[in-house]
């Protein structure tokens, strides 16, 4: 056996959680370059910049969506892929014990987490026999809200603004820039794209994951891809749906396409969205060690160059002094002062809930008092301290998944604030109006940054849903987010639609 195998591939976890490979820092080095200072979205990246940096130099999740592990393994002929399925599994189950990944790993009938992210189909690892004498393992972490902005179509068809979809590379242009375009902020743009033209339904979609394995910054070794890859770039990047969705000059960081052979019945094309907080990295191990012979990825250096320059004069929020601070619980009357585009700084008690939070909310009375209370649409990484807890990664979660619950939780329970990512629909901006609420844009990811505005957790309701889906109790202080939809029928996240809708149909 590979006596130090285990112990590469768990420092390969923790490497790829918590520290991101040069080819993406590079990516969003640039997206910081091409805003204009003080606008919304040179703030989120401001954000996500020192996000970054915290997350790299304290070994914390750069966001506490930690995701699906995927492995991609090489094996040189011989080796024993049980016993090395078996090790992954155990490193993956130690790197959640450590806090760097979050449990994720849910029973599909019973909602029950198994707490370790071993489950069956978790973590996903796929073998392959190669020539070489190594083994290479590589990683990607992909978390659940840039996973539910994957699209698939089946072409010809019909797309919003941008008509008929032929089986062409025409076609398959459409239906990439339909598919950022849906993806809006709800899968923390800027984003990057891994295609497939063509496969089945399955094959193609495992194939557009695994174009995210290229760098950000390679040239496709096919002249009509590469052609196709540059000038989906350009395009998406005319959208202005920016960071977040707040509109800006950067709304994709990379497009990978490849190709598969189909059935001529069938002509797919699938797209698999990652986030900004794009963790993928590798290692290239000896086969009779184990022990890591090179990191894939990073240059030949493990040390991580920061994206905030030493000296600048960046440290925490950047304010401009307008922002508004909210003391929870907050008065009806001051909620309904607030308009879409201030800047909020929240204070004071603040409750996490999400997907079985709200669903509970439907049919019971909340296990503590929500009125005038602000609601984090948030699935921390939490670390038992002693008789305490300490938050280690809290960013938002995106928000439209609770979209059939919230406007009727804000009216029986008498919410004031929503805090999320990624905007919500119709039925909570109209919820919003009646119950008077708002809604609050934190910048996804950013769950370093996010958990040290967390000064302590003062207890936890519903454990019984899992460390993510309980409802913790937090006290924050200056908790900085946007208003993207306030009580008077206005919402950022429907304005921009409209208009990078507007900007797609001069694309077609
Ligand atoms: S950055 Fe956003 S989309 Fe990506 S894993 Fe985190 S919460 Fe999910």
Redesign the pocket.
Known sequence: MLPAFFDSVVELVVKTSTDLPPDVRAAMRAAMGAEPPDTRSSQALTIIAQNIDQAATGEGAI???T?MPTFEVHVPRGSDQIWMREQIRAAVSKATKMGKLRPNSVDSITGENSGDNLGPGTPIIHFDQWEEPDVEVKLIL?????ENTNAQYSLPAELDHLGRADRTLEGVRKCILHAVWKAQGK??SPGAVGVCIGGDRTSGYLHAKEQLFRTLDDTNPDPRLATLEASIMDAANRLTIGPMGFSGQTSLIGCKIGAQNRLPASFFVSVAYD???FRRLGVRLDASTGAVKSWLYREGTTKSTPLVAAGAEVEGFPRTGREIPLQAPIAEEQIRSLKVGDVVLISGRVFTGRDAVHAHLMKHDPPVDLRGGVLYHCGPVVVKEGDGWRVTAA????SIREEPYQAEILKRYGVRAVIG?GGMGAKTLAGLQDSGGVYLNAI??A?QFYARCIERVTGVSLMEFGTPEAMWHLEVRDFPAIVTMDAHGNSLHRDIEQESGAVLETLR
Do not use: F, S, V, Y
């Open positions: 966001c506490q969506a995701g992909k978390g659940g809200g840039c899968g923390c986030c900004w907080a960013g938002p979660t995106t990512k996804g990811g769950a």
